[in-house]
């Protein structure tokens, strides 16, 4: 070889599948132990390091400070009042002052019912989830009148321990700020106005003003409701057995809905102790025949559409995103009708004389459905959905492989397919592994595809004929859809939904560790 | 001399073979990628209303099916389908306004400022981002009815879960700068540096000097955030969907028109035809920006 990048690029191709099963050896290998004898104990050595270095600086900043700054760790705004700078200490005064009276106050919000639960204190002994009990209802005695809500007395509790957080940062920001101010004067300088604050935030301190509003948003609106599902599954909230004694009230259950899976006890261990490892195994090849389907698809219709020589290269490939930009609940139910049994796929092959009975496609019959056509079926149209999207992607990509790569090899004499192996190959995964990966992950989560095309049917049956929720197609994602939307199981739901969240990231560690683009990020540039 | 001659030809005979062959073989695949949404335009133009039918062209064409979906009472509401594009049409632009700024500062500050917490901050948004969404959405409707933004029925508050479905969506939509991030990346640092040399403010930078370098980002941000609410049915199902029909999205009620409680499968041609004028806007937008949008989806495949 007169060049050696192709066969250099070869070998550092080595396929990605090798690398991935080398991954996962090592993960069991290395990364596990090394995780019990380096990271954990590292990660206690330095915890410990950090609670001794913040310890030395809290007594530090306490003997060293003003009188403002010693007051200020009792008082917030002290500090700020002592220099002058007022409207900044009322500031923290009446945040502090806020706070406490809501922790002491414990105002009482009405939910569902007319119960009232409390916020401050008071929610965090209700986090027990004990002490309530329903009252006696004298005109209907079948039906107690719930003395509270479990659902709020949880939410509150998690409420009221972010707020005792919110509490210690406020406290350090006011003790922090007495002691910058104290510095200021003790240098010389004017402790800085309010002004000069609000200055600050389009300087300095631009990203504080840049980033605090999705940093509230997504604590609101994600890391509260995570966390709220978190504890949801240590608990025995599910529609059916609170509906079992009405009382809106639940349990802490420790984990014993995660041994459901093994044991088939509780009210619905028998749905995830029959279900839980079918789903995940099909969750599994459907995500490994999703990814790489689309992936091998959307390559081959990039070199396509971008053969030299070819005509409307542009017109094409407008065609294809034309269907990305459909919305998914319309693209999908189409083909759903489309293979229905009165559809126009159904017609045609009866009245070319192939079938007699229409062809259950998509395991949406009553009985006699064929559950490996119907996945066959699935990933397929699935491919209908993907391929564009990563034709779109390594279209780019393509363009933009050096071409004295191509220029070597044809002095050599490679022939074509040799190239497509050696080079375009190694260098279109080398560049998408990330994207690789994460499509990976989302197709684990890939819930339009199945919720509309199949709904997770046919159907799977107990021995004695009751339909479980979860059907062959379901993958975690939709039965986690189910159990909690449609029919309010919502621990089991949470359980699915922590498992999940178990093995994606698991994947994500293990792979993500082990790509090319991670390890050598400068290779190709 | 001659065997030359004679490869040479043999290979632009070649040549020419291979390409014929991938006209074919695309003009095929256009065709099978083609084939539904014809024939989604197809049942909407058909003659007579009703339910899915055997034959792929209809025997009448007609407009019946849009007079009907535009002047047809669903679920008790009066000129529902107008009713609903018209609430997809707030959520839109509302949700495209606040989740493209959101995406943008979020994205700047991590590419181009340093500060302490930034590390945690991204780390805290991906371990988040492993959770399934579908795990928290029941509590975000939770949350959203304990303060009186979803579930509301009567005619008087109904509205307030419009609100609460732009919250839902532009909540969440910081979280996702990366592909807004891995641009701000490629602009490159010296250029904040020098303009920080000349006193300039980071706000400064941020809005005289990068933003109008990233127009291709914004472009693809706010079309993203737009063409969400259109294209998402499931979670504004869960957050609206309990609510009064009134307030529906255009996804959320075409269906239930085909799938909800008072489902009718005589209703698949206006559903249909519903599903046309929802995907005209949507597909011309598409491909109006296509550039913009092959640019952001190629940046996202590279950083993942």
């Known amino acids: ?525 | 001399m001659i065997k030359q001659k004679k490869k040479y030809a043999s290979q632009s005979k070649r040549e020419a073979a291979s390409l014929a062959g991938s006209y074919i073989v695309l003009t095929i695949l256009a065709l099978v990628w083609i084939i539904p949404i014809l024939w989604i335009v197809l049942s909407a133009f058909r003659g007579d209303v009703g339910i899915v039918s055997p034959d792929f062209i209809p025997k009448t064409f007609g407009i019946e099916n849009f007079k009907r979906l535009f002047t047809g009472t669903y679920y008790g509401v009066k000129y529902a389908f107008l009713k609903w594009m018209l609430n997809t049409l707030i959520v839109a632009v509302l949700d495209c306004v606040i989740s493209t700024f959101l995406i943008l500062s979020v994205a700047y500050c991590m590419s181009k400022l340093r500060f302490k917490l930034r590390k945690a901050f991204m780390n805290l948004t991906m371990i988040i981002g492993l959770f399934p969404g579908f795990m928290s959405m029941i509590a975000i409707y939770f949350l959203l009815k304990a303060v009186g933004l979803a579930g509301n029925t009567s005619s008087d508050t109904a509205w307030l879960n419009i609100v609460g479905l732009i919250l839902a969506y532009s909540a969440g939509a910081g979280m996702g700068y990366q592909i807004a991030k891995g641009f701000f990346d490629v602009i490159p640092t010296s250029l904040v540096e020098s303009a920080k040399l000349d006193g300039c403010t980071n706000f400064k930078i941020f809005w005289k000097i990068i933003l109008p370098l990233s127009k291709p980002i914004i472009i693809y941000t706010a079309l993203m955030s737009f063409t969400g609410p259109w294209m998402d049915f499931i979670f504004a199902k869960v957050i609206i969907g309990t609510g009064s029909p009134e307030m529906w999205t255009v996804s959320v009620g075409l269906y239930s028109i085909m799938f909800g409680k008072q489902a009718d499968a005589s209703m698949f041609t206006q559903f249909a035809a519903g599903c046309v004028i929802v995907g005209i806007p949507i597909v011309s937008l598409f491909m109006a920006l296509q550039n913009y949008y092959v640019e952001g989806v190629t940046a996202g495949a590279v950083k993942g």
């Open chain 1, 1 to 525: 070889m007169s060049d050696s990048s192709p066969q250099e690029v070869k070998i550092k191709d080595s396929s990605i599948f090798v690398r991935i099963g080398k991954g996962f050896a090592n993960f069991f290998t290395k990364s596990i132990p090394n995780f019990f004898t380096k990271t954990l104990p590292g990660f206690f050595v330095n915890l410990g390091r950090g609670i001794k270095n913040g310890c030395v600086r809290l007594v530090k900043r306490f003997v060293e400070g003003s009188i403002g700054t010693k007051l200020s760790h009792l008082i917030f705004g002290a500090g700020n009042l002592y220099r002058g700078q007022i409207i900044k200490g009322l500031i923290y005064l009446l945040l502090q002052g806020g706070l406490i009276a809501l922790f002491v106050g414990c105002p009482e919000v009405t939910g569902p019912n007319n119960v009232k639960v409390p916020i401050g204190y008071k929610a965090l002994i209700n986090l027990a989830l004990k002490g309530h009990e329903a009252q006696f209802n004298p005109s209907d005695p079948a039906n107690p009148i719930p003395a509270s809500s479990s659902q709020l007395m949880l939410l509150f509790g998690l409420v009221t321990i972010g707020l005792i957080i919110l509490y210690v940062i406020i406290w350090n920001s006011a003790i922090n700020s007495a002691v910058a101010a104290d510095v200021d004067v003790k240098e010389g300088r004017k402790p800085s106005t309010f002004k000069q604050d609000l200055q600050a935030l389009i300087d300095g301190k631009f990203h504080v003003l840049m980033i605090s509003p999705t940093l509230m948003a997504a604590i609101i609106f994600t890391l509260l409701p995570t966390i709220f599902m978190i504890c949801i599954a240590f608990t025995s909230y599910n529609d059916l057995d609170m509906s079992a004694i009405p009382t809106a009230l639940f349990h802490w259950t420790g984990f014993s809905n995660f041994g459901s899976i093994f044991t088939g006890e509780g009210s619905l261990g028998k749905e995830i102790h029959a279900r839980f490892f079918p789903v995940l195994g099909w969750t599994v090849i459907w995500a490994i025949f999703a990814t790489f389907t689309c992936y091998f698809g959307g390559i081959i219709l990039a070199l396509l559409i971008n053969k030299k020589g070819l005509k409307g290269k542009k017109a094409y490939r407008t065609m294809f995103v034309l269907t990305i930009a459909i919305p998914q609940f319309i693209s999908l139910l189409a083909i759903r009708f489309l293979l229905s049994a009165e559809g126009p796929v159904n017609s045609a092959l009866k009245a070319w004389g192939w079938i007699d009975q229409s062809i259950s496609f998509l395991g949406l019959a009553t009985s006699g459905n064929n559950v490996l056509l119907a996945k066959v079926m699935i990933i397929l149209i699935n491919m209908w959905i993907g391929v564009p999207y990563t034709m779109l992607m390594t279209s780019g990509i393509l363009m933009n492989i050096p071409s004295d790569l191509y220029e070597a090899a044809r002095v050599d004499g490679t022939s074509k397919i040799k190239m497509f192996f050696k080079i375009t190959m190694p260098y279109i995964f080398f560049i998408t592994t990330p994207y690789l990966i994460s499509s990976f992950i989302g197709n684990i989560n890939s819930f339009n595809t199945i919720f509309l095309l199949s709904g997770g049917g046919p159907t799977v049956t107990d021995a004695i004929g009751n339909a479980y929720r979860a059907g062959e197609t379901d993958l975690l994602v939709t039965w986690l859809y189910k159990l909690t939307i449609d029919n309010g199981d919502y621990n089991t739901g949470a359980v699915i939904g922590i498992l999940t969240f178990l093995f994606t990231s698991t994947i994500t560690l293990i792979t993500y560790r082990h790509s090319k683009a991670y390890k050598e990020e400068d290779t190709f540039q």
